[in-house]
């Protein structure tokens, strides 16, 4: 790219990507591409979720590590499972009260959010009730949220992900 370099910034680009790409190549670019300020948390929203553990299912490798790093500035513990089936898997596995919130892809395969958080919300224990959990998909219509509510979801994140929206339902 060194010999376009000049003529691309001259045209407004302001990072470049190798090729073949690799998820690590894309989140060191994407990271470099952004001030401090942008992947701090807000500063009206410095909160520290220490001792919390929350559940981020995300087929998505590259959303995920985003969300990871996002959440994990909070303080609180953040696990993973790449779908639905395996997020009910580790929900029923694990002790009561576990887990403190899940934030849950809708779109996955194998088990997508919706019928995931059904499954948790059937599940033989106290928690499985009233364990938040927060849909999140880059579908935001109204049919989209009301389909979240029905399935037993506690609210809704649109992604891209905002911090200040997700601290708040965090809190």
Do not use: H
């Not at 500035?73 to 779908?83: H, K, L, R």
């Amino acid at each position: 790219w060194t010999e376009i370099e000049e003529e691309a910034k001259a045209a407004g680009v302001t990072a470049f990507c190798p090729k073949p790409l690799f998820l690590s190549d894309l989140y060191e670019v994407l990271n470099d591409s952004v001030t401090p300020d942008e992947t701090a948390l807000p500063e009206s929203s410095q909160v520290d979720f220490s001792g919390k553990r929350i559940l981020i299912v995300e087929d998505n490798e590259l959303n995920l590590e985003i969300a990871e790093a996002l959440i994990g500035q909070t303080g609180a513990y953040v696990e993973s499972a790449p779908n639905g089936k395996e997020a009910v898997e580790m929900v029923r596995t694990s002790e009561e009260g576990y887990y403190d919130l899940i934030f849950m892809d809708v779109q996955m395969p194998v088990m997508n959010g919706y019928e995931a958080t059904e499954q948790i919300r059937a599940l033989d224990r106290e928690d499985a009730r009233t364990l938040p959990i927060i849909a999140m998909t880059a579908n935001a219509f109204s049919e989209d949220r009301q389909r979240a509510g029905d399935a037993g979801m506690n609210d809704y994140a649109a992604k891209p992900i905002d911090m200040d929206v997700i601290i708040r339902m965090m809190q």
